[in-house]
Nanobody, 119 residues
Framework: QVQLVESGGGSVQAGGSLRLSCAAS????????MGWFRQALGKEREFVGA????????NTADSVKGRFTISRDNAKNTMYLQMNSLKPEDTAVYYC????????????WGQGTQVTVSS
């Protein structure tokens, strides 16, 4: 079955960097769009960014634009979220997700990884 497994979360001081990984398995993801979401305690889940598995068509939320970068390594079946200039308000559980490009519904989700940014 499809599995998305996030890793790379942790605690960092404001201004620091982290790189999250999302290892995808269980099917070929050609024709899929891969995304990153986050959910802070007591808040709704928020879109962070996404890219097509084939590459390109990358977009990020305004709140992280210029600080976060999405990339992927097809050979490793892994998507990355490089997070720079982290702020305390970036503290959240970060999830990766996958959906068909032609669909609006995110079908597959990882278990999440905690990112904590201290001031």
């Amino acid at each position: 079955q499809v599995q998305l497994v996030e890793s790379g979360g942790g605690s960092v001081q404001a201004g620091g960097s982290l790189r999250l990984s999302c290892a995808a398995s269980g099917r070929t993801f050609d024709g899929y769009r891969m995304g990153w979401f986050r959910q802070a305690l007591g808040k709704e889940r928020e879109f962070v960014g996404a890219m097509d598995w084939s590459g390109g068509n990358t977009n990020t939320a305004d709140s992280v634009k210029g600080r976060f970068t999405i990339s992927r390594d097809n050979a490793k079946n892994t998507m990355y979220l490089q997070m720079n200039s982290l702020k305390p308000e970036d503290t959240a559980v970060y999830y990766c997700a996958a959906r068909l490009r032609i669909s609006s519904k995110w079908d597959y989700w990882g278990q999440g990884t905690q990112v904590t940014v201290s001031s």
